[in-house]
């Protein structure tokens, strides 16, 4: 199998194995888990966003504020997105806040913040995949190790969230298999056109964590706020902090070789 085989056999396995196997994990949940498991997914977009995605942009660029403004802007644009999104789905409708559902949902809103961000994220790691592959077989097979090991904690988040915004199983399961294209995308065309795709990799990885700040900060937190009782804050503190923990330890496994 030549290097391409190998690039489009590990962004395939990596994005599909991922959405599988996090689907596994989510789907066993109750229903009336998810809203508490919420606050591990809002632990796992900021752990993600903070401890993986900006380090490895802000490692890699050579203008920090540059990577900075890309992050304010990108959420400033996931802000603008949104409102597009609400103002098309309530237009004419008396509407003020954030409405949610009977049964907690919030229109997919928060679903797709967070399905954009993915794709953005999936993107570059068929980026990252590819040109590991291109350098040598063995350090693309240690990335696309890791890129998996890393996508499932996030994929669960992903799920968790986009039934949290009303979408059923099924649907969860295909909008997130369908975002999981990109990382094939993101491989073919860095392996086409490395060089001028590589440049644009921190813009990617910012746009991703801005995603995923907006929607953990944004969308997911205040919904947290509806249970104000000390127990309840507790214990969401505590699931959000073994979200980050999550993430830490997944990733202190993946870029241990």
């Given at each position: 199998m030549g290097t391409l085989g190998y690039i489009t056999a590990a962004s395939v396995l990596g994005g599909l194995l991922s959405v599988v196997l996090a689907a596994a994990v989510s789907f066993a949940a109750r229903p009336q888990w998810v809203g508490v498991l919420i606050s591990f997914a809002i632990g796992a977009l900021l752990g993600a966003a903070f401890l993986e995605v900006l380090p490895h942009a802000f490692g890699n660029a050579a203008d920090l504020r540059t990577v900075s403004a890309t992050v304010l802007g990108g959420i400033l644009a996931f802000f603008v997105l949104e409102k597009l999104v609400l103002w098309r789905h309530f237009h004419g409708d008396?509407?003020?806040?954030?409405?949610?559902?009977?049964?907690?949902?919030?229109?997919?809103?928060?679903?797709?913040?967070?399905?954009?961000?993915?794709?953005?994220?999936?993107?570059?790691?068929?980026?990252l995949i590819a040109a590991a592959f291109l350098e040598s077989p063995a350090l693309g097979i240690v990335t696309a190790t890791a890129v998996i090991a890393h996508e499932i904690p996030q994929e669960v988040g992903d799920f968790l969230i986009l039934l949290h915004s009303g979408y059923s199983k099924a649907r969860a399961f295909a909008l997130n298999l369908l975002s999981s294209v990109a990382m094939l995308v993101g491989a073919l065309l860095a392996y086409f056109a490395l060089q001028a795709v590589a440049g644009w990799i921190n813009t990617f990885l910012a746009l991703a964590a801005a995603s995923m700040i907006y929607v953990a900060v944004a969308d997911l937190i205040p919904s947290l706020h509806r249970r104000p009782a000390l127990a309840a804050t507790g214990q969401q503190v505590?699931?959000?902090?073994?979200?980050?923990?999550?993430?830490?330890?997944?990733?202190?496994?993946?870029?241990?070789?």
């Open positions: 008396d509407y003020e806040g954030h409405a949610h559902h009977a049964d907690g949902s919030d229109h997919g809103r928060s679903g797709l913040m967070i399905l954009i961000g993915d794709a953005f994220h999936n993107f570059v790691d068929g980026v505590l699931l959000i902090a073994l979200g980050v923990a999550m993430i830490w330890l997944v990733g202190r496994l993946a870029h241990a070789d």
